[in-house]
């Protein structure tokens, strides 16, 4: 079983930034992919962005220039830095997690909810 708790959401201003963490235990393999999706109310949850544990990242074309991915291996931790925010990023945030190890099973965190507004 693999484990992920998000933290870093909140309530931030158009332009604003914000970093979201999420922090993986249990029975973590190597390799893996580790990524942010997001929902907003009434859409279909979408990918974020992601990136594999040999660092090669992916992003949605609505989010690139303005968040970045990075994850710290040993730490088993994967960050999302959001500048530039828009209203329209205004969703919960979930992290993934998976592994051919493991099948490609999903694994994913609670949520956490993003609010861009001024």
């Known amino acids: 079983q693999v484990q992920l708790v998000e933290s870093g959401g909140g309530l931030v201003q158009p332009g604003g930034s914000l970093r979201l963490s999420c922090a993986a235990s249990g029975s973590i393999f190597s390799p893996n992919v580790m990524g942010w999706y997001r929902q907003a109310p009434g859409k279909e949850r979408e990918l974020v962005a992601s990136?594999?544990?040999?660092?090669?990242?992916n992003y949605a074309r609505n989010v690139k220039g303005r968040f970045t991915i990075s994850r710290d291996n040993a730490k088993n931790t994967v960050y999302l830095q959001m500048d530039n925010l828009i209203p329209e990023d205004t969703a919960v945030y979930y992290c993934?997690?998976?592994?051919?190890?493991?099948?490609?099973?999903?694994?994913w965190g609670q949520g956490t909810q993003v609010t861009v507004s001024s």
């Open positions: 993934n997690a998976a592994s051919p190890v493991l099948g490609w099973r999903s694994y």
């Open positions: 990136v594999t544990s040999g660092g090669s990242t």
